[in-house]
């Protein structure tokens, strides 16, 4: 019973997306992810979420640290504004760097006297991901810290430890389940977002279009074969995360 | 005596490094990539005043997408939670091969972009795909009606259900259990009079949270809705056209009026959660409200435990989670 | 007294290296821009060299034309190089009319656009990136290619549509997207308008009376020309679908002849997707040269033939000839003759509390 549930959930989904994407033979197959086009989005998405999620992680530790760590006035509004981009909507995400560095926007017209690309180009797409993906990482280690509180490392402290023998032998041990769920949740929505991307991306073929995109574009195009082909690299993608996921928590229960 | 333990841990505190560096890194960051573009938002101006907000937070298109996201997001909440306590209840108390792989699947619809997950369900459910042409000679149409909405949202909101209940049902008492089992008690009313309430609240939580996403939720809903006016257009996708339409103080109104009630019900969630740390020697004080019992409570025992870190920052950052889901369409 | 000197020492230190930063920016910025000059100003100097050198093109286009610019550069990058020795690569971006206006109004560099409607270009010449007259620089007001909007309606046409009335009787379900996001939609809402009109001897409130009338037979409202195919075709929904003569072809080539058939009105309107120069990009990049040739090359005979194969009519009479059968004489009345200016049109029927507002009430 409860396999029929999970199957039906959870696995036909996985299943379908394989599937179609199989549907006209191998080759159709290979020719939807070996077109210059898909293998391109595939890099961006792989950039965008090679800069976002280490950006967003070491901001996520420093934060978490400073907030948890230490008393200070303003706390509360500080943590306030970590989560206010999950309180904006992606699209809203992508259009306020519109406003900003658009030809009309605050630095527009500067820009373009430099000839300098951020909107419809690779940085407009960067910032747009580290907005929307910026609480993750802060979001689940700030209430583990705030739990564990400092005993242990004023303790290491006292005992002639450095800032970063404590932080790398006392802090991240304990908080590493945290952070890795925190880095993997900010690296599925990393390579998914589609609403932030979308405004900023410009949908320029082969440049500026990652693979959420592009699987609009050819769903769009009729070529159904080829979006879900494109689709199952992403559906693999995260089953890699999961995967690894899996296999650290697995590595670190015995 | 109190000054003194004050200073005693300020003292304490400047103990630790990394105030400065964190602090400044963090404002700096934060800065750069969130609060120098939002104030471009705020700086421009919106045009959005009380009369135009009433008139679009009430005009009948608009409230009869507040049905359609609502009623579609509370059943699959209400499916998920009976679907979410048998996988844990499975994956918990028995031992199959391949267990660890189920597990790990349930977080499939965490990882998934939505847009895939959109695709895929739409495959399934129309009128030629695999499920879609079992139900079509019953007379059933589950894609491009709420029946469909209600399933895309039983796929996004089912891990949290299952993430909550789990660890709940990994440390009840199994002991217990057998005792009721030896003083006669048969399954069901074990399972009635014994499990069932410690995990009411963890249901309740996984409930809420299921519910607040699936509000929320755009891109798989998008595909699969038809997104007819006043039939299967949900909330999100009606800020979305409203957006498209460059009618931003129009999203704006839709945005904040639908966002208020899984806001409510996520600030309960943490309000139960964090906002009524009591020492623990106070736990136990007689009488309480029913939601101190079996909600605020439980909630806070289950996210104290320390060897259930894990879960416990899962589900507390649950609720924000779910409510940042529910209140962006992504 | 501590704690506070140490937030204002972090918040200090964020502050500084927020500007630390833009000063960097800046500084690598003012380098990168005293070497680009002497970039930008090569093809000015040497232009018989510079013709070696190869160029990029960006085509922001509408959704229906990926197909017909896939191929189109294909034959124009040929001709190019044959003709000038010159390789020309093309980048396209596809998307909804209105919002690739848009974006370039925010600063998609598009060397040429080609959209659904002249209002999205008037845009971008409000913008000042298109100079005036954009409309008299290219033949047949800018309009390469033209079409026209018919009716797809499913196999064996079992609710027998076969002109504008047919839409409004009971039972009809009718697919078109929103006019107020979609250029194609602008069209089929003017097609069913200039219909009106003429059926009733130019009488304004009839025509938006049946107009009113069309709209409470559509069950769905797509943002997009692509999205109103999709619903029609891919979900099975509505019986009839307005839609542009060439997305009609194409979803008839693409999902199957056994499925849908096209049916033509009487009457429909000629609908004119402009093509434009952006100006402001083409003087800054140096592509003025190869941009006017690529829209004009779409006038040759291989550039209208293409259009014809992928569906639009084309403008050239030797090509159209050829093309005869394959687009059936429909009488037909352009937005000049009936409504005048993109402008007065978009103010009178599609801005907020314009007629379409007034109509168009959902659910009722």
Sequence with gaps: MAGLVLLWLIVLPLVTVLSEALKRGIDVYWAALSDPDARAALRLTLLVAA????????????????????????????????????????????????????????????????????????????????????????????????????????AAVTLGASGWQVFWKVTLPSIRWGLLYGIILCNARAMGEFGAVSVVSGHIRGETNTLPLHVEILYNEYQFSASFAVASLLLLLALATLLIKNLLTRKNAH | MAVANKQNNRAARRVLPGFGIGMGFTVFYMSLVVLVPLSALLLNKTGLTWDKFWSVATDPRVLASYRISLGTAAIAAGVNTVLGLLLAWVLVRYDFPG??????????????????????????????GWI???????????????????????????????????????????????????????????????????????????????????????????????????????????????????????????????????????????????????????RRRGGGTWLELYLAEPLRRLWRRPHRQRWRSRGSNGAWSAWQASCCCG | MDMKKRIKTGVLTGLAAVMALTLVACGSQTTGSSASPSGSASPADSESKESKESVELLNVSYDPTRELYDQYNKAFAAYWEQAQGQKVTFKQSHGGSGKQSRSVIDGLEADVVTLALGYDIDAIREAGLIEEGWEEEFEHNSSPYTSTIVFLVRKGNPKNIQDWPDLVQDGVEVITPNPKTSGGARWNYLAAWGYALKANGNDEAKAQEFVKELFTHVPVLDSGARGAT???????????????????????????????????????????????????????????????????????????????????????????EKYQEQF????LFTLRDVFGTWEETQNKHFNDGGIFDQIYVPGS
Excluded at chain 1, 71 to 100: C, E, H, M, R
Excluded at chain 2, 150 to 157: K, N, R, S, V
């Design chain 1, 51 to 154: 800069i976002t999620v280490p950006l967003n992680t070491v901001f996520g530790v420093m934060a978490a640290w400073t907030i948890t760590k230490f008393q200070f006035k303003g706390k509360k509004l500080l943590t306030t504004l970590i989560d206010l981009p999950f309180a904006i909507s992606p699209v809203i995400g992508g259009l306020i760097f519109v406003l900003v560095f658009g030809r009309q926007g605050w630095f527009g017209p500067w820009l373009e006297a430099h000839d300098i690309k951020i909107i419809f180009a690779v940085p407009g797409i960067v910032l747009a991901t580290l907005f929307v993906t910026f609480p993750f990482v802060a979001k689940e280690l700030i209430p583990l810290m705030e739990e564990q509180g400092t005993q242990d490392e004023e």
């Design chain 2, 99 to 128: 267990k660890r792989l189920w597990d790990a699947l349930i977080d499939l619809p965490f990882a998934l972009p939505t847009a895939v997950a959109g695709v895929a369900l739409t495959a399934i459910y129309s009128a030629n």
């Design chain 2, 132 to 282: 879609g042409s079992l139900l079509a000679p019953l007379g059933i149409k589950a894609a491009f009606t709420p029946l469909g909405i209600t399933i895309a949202l039983m796929f996004i909101g089912i891990p949290f259900v299952v993430r909550t209940v789990q660890p709940v049902l990994q440390d009840a008492e199994r002991d217990v259990e057998e005792a009721a089992a030896t003083l006669g008690a048969g399954r069901w009313r074990t399972f009635r009079a014994v499990i069932l309430p410690t995990l009411v609240p963890s249901l309740l939580t996984g409930f809420a949270l299921a519910f607040a996403r699936g509000i929320g939720e755009y891109g798989s809903v998008v595909f699969i809705s038809g997104n007819m006016p006043m039939k299967t257009e949900i909330a999100p996708l009606l800020i979305m056209s409203k957006l498209e339409q460059f009618d931003y103080a129009g999203a704006t109104a839709v945005r904040c009026s639908c966002c208020s009630s899984p806001f409510c019900c996520c600030s309960a969630l943490t309000y139960f959660n964090i906002g009524r740390v009591r020492p623990p020697g106070s």
């Design chain 3, 230 to 320: 999709t619903t029609f075709v891919e979900r099975e929904i509505g019986d009839v679908l307005l839609a542009w003569e060439n997305e009609a072809y194409l979803s008839i080539h693409e999902l199957g002849p056994d499925k849908f058939e096209i049916v033509n009105p009487s009457v429909s309107i000629l609908a004119e997707p402009p093509v434009a120069i952006v100006d402001k990009v083409v003087d800054k990049r140096g592509t003025r040269e190869v941009a006017e040739a690529y829209l004009n090359y779409l006038y040759s005979e291989e550039g209208q033939t293409i259009a014809a194969d992928n569906y639009y009519r084309p403008t050239l009479d030797s090509v159209s």
């Design chain 3, 328 to 331: 059936p004489a429909i009488e």
